[in-house]
């Protein structure tokens, strides 16, 4: 029931909008003039503050210049389409045009995007870079239109390590028998499991109280977690152990897809790449304030001495595990290998 009432909230404020939600306007790009464009709508659960917003902006603004306003891209922040399950969901059925997602929610729809969700498949943020700017990552963002969706880039959420409240975590043994919050994802909870904690799947929302009662022993995130979500207010130890790196992802419907020319699609995904290039500045520049004001201002510790090698050993088996159970992550591992 949860599913029809997102679908019928988003259809209902299409109605409503002046502008309206999904595709509204000229039929196809072809067709759309200034005076009559083709609206695209985007909508996203993230704060009108957050990096991520702020590069889908410029997202939105490049593409109305670029095309001369024949396109525009109307954008609903702050969850008022619904959470992040529910805009893929109207993104699905045609509801709204784009929205964005932690690459691994897209699972449901294609395999291979498990693959974000591992532990240690990136050997740090340039290889990081280096791969997901690829012309063979792009290439596969852009095969998946018999699934329901192509994706136009994607935005950096940085590398998630392990803090708690007073215990660095150097090696896998360090985290037994600690409750440690992850996100409601098959992939967390596996890692997990294999590095010898105990997974405790919860929101975002709810770590900050759990952490303060006990519910949980720690957590993982970046480091921008510790100032914007105060977290650095009850765990003092952040070990940076970078086990993973989640990115967030644009996705556009590939119904609306095939209605934009060949030109058009060009222009989107220049303006898409263009949006991504300004992020990673934004994001460097927020990982440092946050590092500055957890350990000037919380007393956070931030421990350096981590043995990455140990963690990459255990959850080793993991990824065999999911290449077995998931062609598609073996495939996408593939292309990410395969890149120079």
């Not at 150097?170 to 590095?195: C, E, F, H, Y």
Request: charged fraction near 20%; aromatic fraction near 8%; glycine fraction near 8%.
């Amino acid at each position: 029931m949860k599913k029809y009432a997102s679908l019928f909230l988003a259809a209902l404020l299409s109605v409503l909008c002046l502008s309206g939600c999904g595709q509204k306007g000229a039929a196809g790009s072809e067709q759309a003039t200034k005076e009559n464009p083709m609206i695209l709508t985007l909508a996203h659960g993230l704060s009108e503050s957050h990096t991520v917003h702020i590069a889908m902006m410029e997202f939105a603004q490049q593409v109305e210049e670029q095309t001369e306003g024949r396109i525009k891209v109307k954008i609903f922040p702050n969850g008022q389409l619904g959470s992040e399950n529910e805009n893929m969901e109207q993104l699905m059925a045609g509801v709204v045009a784009m929205t964005k997602v932690s690459a691994p929610g897209l699972a449901t729809y294609n395999e291979s995007y498990h693959t974000f969700g591992l532990p240690y498949i990136f050997d740090g943020t340039e290889d990081f870079y280096h791969i997901m700017d690829s012309r063979q990552m792009e290439d596969f963002f852009l095969s998946s239109e018999d699934d329901g969706f192509v994706t136009l880039t994607y935005y950096t959420s940085g590398a998630r390590s392990f803090y708690t409240k007073n215990k660095a975590i150097r090696t896998p043994a360090d985290l037994k028998g600690l409750k440690i919050r992850v996100q409601d994802m098959k992939s967390q909870t596996d890692m997990l499991n294999a590095l010898g904690g105990i997974p405790v799947a919860m929101s975002y929302g709810d770590v900050y109280t759990s952490l303060q009662t006990g519910i949980i022993d720690g957590t993982e995130n970046n480091e921008t977690a510790l100032t914007t979500g105060k977290h650095g207010e009850v765990c003092k130890v952040f070990s940076t152990d970078q086990h993973a790196m989640i990115p967030d992802v644009m996705v556009m419907s590939a119904k609306i897809w095939e209605t934009i020319s060949p030109q058009d699609q060009q222009i989107i995904l220049d303006a898409a790449h263009a949006s991504t290039d300004s992020h990673k500045i934004a994001w460097d520049a927020a990982i440092e304030e946050a590092v500055t004001e957890a350990s000037g201002q919380m007393n956070v510790e931030f421990v350096d001495d981590v043995d990455k090698e140990a963690f990459r050993e255990a959850t080793s088996g993991m990824i065999e595990e999911y290449c077995e159970e998931y062609p598609g992550v073996q495939k996408l591992l593939d292309i990410i290998n395969s890149v120079e």
